[in-house]
C-alpha cells in the first residue's frame, strides 16, 4: 500500500494517505484481537497504535523525502538539458551565420566565373561555328564539282556511243 504514494501529487495523494491510515488501523486491530487472543496477556492498546504509527509515518516520511530527491533531480537534470540545448542552438546559430556568408559568397564567386567561361565560350562560338560551316560547304562543293567531272565523262561517253548508233542506223537506211 505505500507504493500507492509514490507516484501520486495533490488531493489525490491526501485521499491515499487516509486510506492507508484506515487500513493500518484495521490491521492494528486484527493483530490486537489476533494476538490477545492466543496470549493471555493484555495489550496496551494505545501503545501499539502509537508503535504502528509511528512505523508508517516513518516509511512515509522515507518515501516522500526520496519522491522530493528524485523531483529535485530530475528538475535539476532537465533544468540543466534544456539550458545547454539553448546555449548549443545559439552558438550553433551564431557560429553559422558566417559560414552561410562564406559558403553564398564562394557559390557567388563560382557561380559569376562559369557565367563570365560560358561568355567567352560563347563569343568564340560564332566566328567557330561559321569557319566550321564554311568549310564543310568547301568540301561539299568540291565532292559535287569532283562527282560532275567523273559523271560528265562517262555521260559524254555515253552520249558518244548513243550518237555513233544513230549514225550507223542513219548510214544504213540511206544506203
Known amino acids: 500500500n505505500m507504493d500507492k504514494i509514490s507516484g501520486l501529487v495533490g488531493q489525490k495523494g491526501l485521499d491515499a494517505v487516509e486510506d492507508l491510515y484506515a487500513a493500518a488501523g484495521e490491521r ?16 496496551d492498546l494505545a501503545d501499539a497504535v502509537g ?25 535539476d537534470t532537465l533544468r540543466d538539458e534544456v539550458l545547454n540545448s539553448v546555449i548549443m542552438a545559439e552558438a550553433s546559430a551564431r557560429d553559422g551565420i558566417p559560414g552561410l556568408g562564406r559558403a553564398l559568397a564562394s557559390a557567388r564567386a563560382g557561380a559569376e ?6 561568355d567567352k565560350a560563347t563569343a568564340t562560338y560564332v566566328p567557330l561555328r561559321r569557319e566550321a560551316l564554311e568549310r564543310v560547304h568547301d568540301w561539299k562543293v568540291r565532292m559535287e564539282r569532283k562527282y560532275l567531272r567523273e559523271a560528265a565523262a562517262g555521260e559524254d561517253r555515253h552520249a558518244a556511243e548513243v550518237r555513233a548508233i544513230m549514225n550507223r542506223d542513219k548510214q544504213s537506211k540511206n544506203s
Do not use: I
Open 113 to 118: 566565373g562559369r557565367l563570365g567561361e560560358l
Open 51 to 75: 508503535r504502528r504509527s509511528k512505523s508508517f509515518a516513518a516509511q512515509v516520511g522515507r518515501r516522500v523525502t526520496r519522491g522530493e530527491s528524485s523531483v529535485a533531480l530530475a528538475s
Open 28 to 43: 492494528v486491530g486484527d493483530t490486537l484481537a489476533s494476538s490477545s487472543s492466543s496470549h493471555s496477556q493484555p495489550h
